[in-house]
């Protein structure tokens, strides 16, 4: 059974996300959706929010697919639920440099683990978390870029 670990900080989970998601649970027989904090970044969203946001939109979608909050390094979380792949979805070049440079770390770190990278829907390559946030902080519509459940969850924790 190939178990699968697609993390990031998910603040908000955007389509681009949902879709490497739904396109890696149909590739892995099981996929952990690993929702880490990043101390570089200031969340919008608090983990358990994104939690319940993640497991609210994944609800349904086809494959073997958990939803966990995560500390520490990827490898290490990887081996502490059996996954020996690293999923990661790619942008652009930018993305792979800096992607490109992880998996190597991290295969260093845990020769076991590998990364798999997915390329995002050519439709969905500019939206970005960050970007998402400062749209919707600015009174933008986000709903191209997040799903409808997610952008009520914005405008609710913005005030809007």
């Known amino acids: 059974m190939k178990t699968a670990v697609y993390s990031g900080t998910f603040d908000p989970p955007t389509l681009g996300h ?28 608090t983990r358990d929010e994104r939690l319940a946001m993640l497991r609210r939109e994944t609800a349904g979608y086809d494959g073997d697919i958990e939803v966990q909050a995560c500390d520490g390094l990827i490898v290490d979380f990887c081996s502490g639920v059996g996954a020996t792949i690293i999923v990661r979805g790619l942008r652009n070049a930018t993305d792979m440099d800096y992607e490109g440079q992880m998996a190597g770390m991290n295969h260093m770190l ?7 990278f997915l390329l995002a829907d050519p439709a969905l390559q500019p939206i970005a978390s960050s970007l998402v946030k400062d749209v919707a902080r600015s009174g933008g519509d986000i709903s191209r870029f997040v799903s409808a459940g997610v952008a ?8 809007a």
């Open 152 to 159: 009520a969850d914005v405008a609710a924790k913005l005030g």
């Open 110 to 116: 845990d020769d076991r683990i590998d990364t798999v």
């Open 18 to 45: 949902l879709d490497i998601i739904a396109r890696a649970g149909k590739v892995f027989d099981r996929l952990i959706v690993g929702i880490f904090s990043n101390s570089a970044k200031s969340p919008l969203f």
